[in-house]
């Protein structure tokens, strides 16, 4: 694979906002299943509401979009954003006021 394939514009991050009703049992079980489906689709939690995923292409971050569309909860409000790593790499983080770490890439396999 060339360094172009991996480069910092074609290596995609999926952003997944949400913020889901937890005011019955019913609600809390369903906000938990969705949080733990995007967990076991290889995304990881960034903030309590915003979960985050690393692809090594367009292509890719398409299939987990897709895959989170299927998994769409009846009620609450969803966003789903596709960036360059470039993009995401430009980002500033802070923990009380001071400059924080972004979060570490995870490797995956990826197979033709």
């Known amino acids: 694979m060339s360094y172009s394939a991996?480069?910092?514009y074609r290596i995609m991050w999926v952003l997944v906002f949400f913020d889901l009703p937890t005011e019955t049992k019913k609600q809390r079980k369903e906000a938990s299943k969705f949080?733990?489906?995007l967990i076991d689709d290889g995304f990881a939690m960034f903030q309590f509401s915003i979960y985050l995923r690393n692809c090594p292409s367009r292509e890719n971050a398409d299939v987990h979009i897709k895959r989170v569309k299927s998994i769409l909860p009846e009620h609450g409000h969803i966003g789903v954003l596709k960036i360059t790593?470039?993009?995401f790499g430009m980002m500033e983080l802070f923990i009380?006021?001071?400059p924080a770490a972004k979060p570490e890439v995870v490797q995956?396999?990826?197979l033709f």
């Open 6 to 8: 991996l480069n910092q």
């Open 35 to 37: 949080r733990k489906k």
């Open 85 to 87: 790593d470039k993009q």
């Open 96 to 98: 009380s006021q001071q």
């Open 108 to 110: 995956q396999l990826q």
